[in-house]
């Protein structure tokens, strides 16, 4: 059974950083997409970072490129999420993704495996 689960959330004001996990069990596909996903009340759920495991081959939206990195470590079978230069508009649940079905690594329907979600709320 895959489970993924992430911590790291919390409260930073403006320009802080945070850093999330994500630690995946029963699931050791290290040729697969991982990828971060956030949603904002009232929004829909969009992809902020997403990395091939094996390779390391990263993926952001121009709206977090610069300020975010997804980065992995295969051997404990987590994926981290560095946040920094935080602004209030990153205020979301953020939630891991596995099980890449193929097409956008953007698009929240292309993935199996979903997590719990952390909650990132940034004041100004």
């Known amino acids: 059974q895959v489970q993924l689960v992430e911590t790291g959330g919390g409260s930073v004001q403006a320009g802080g950083s945070l850093r999330l996990s994500c630690v995946a069990s029963?699931?050791?596909?290290?040729?697969?997409?991982m990828a971060w996903f956030r949603q904002a009340p009232g929004k829909e759920r969009e992809g902020v970072a997403a990395?091939?495991?094996?390779?390391?081959?990263?993926y952001y939206p121009d709206s977090v490129k610069g300020r975010f990195t997804i980065s992995r470590d295969n051997t404990v079978n987590t994926v981290y999420l560095q946040m920094n230069s935080l602004k209030p508009e990153d205020t979301a649940m953020y939630y891991c993704?596995?099980?890449?079905?193929?097409?956008?690594?953007?698009?929240?329907?292309?993935?199996?495996?979903w997590g719990q979600g952390t909650q990132v709320t940034v004041s100004s």
């Open positions: 993704a596995a099980g890449f079905r193929g097409g956008s690594w953007f698009s929240a329907d292309n993935y199996i495996y």
């Open positions: 029963g699931y050791t596909d290290n040729s697969d997409y």
């Open positions: 990395i091939i495991t094996r390779r390391g081959t990263t």
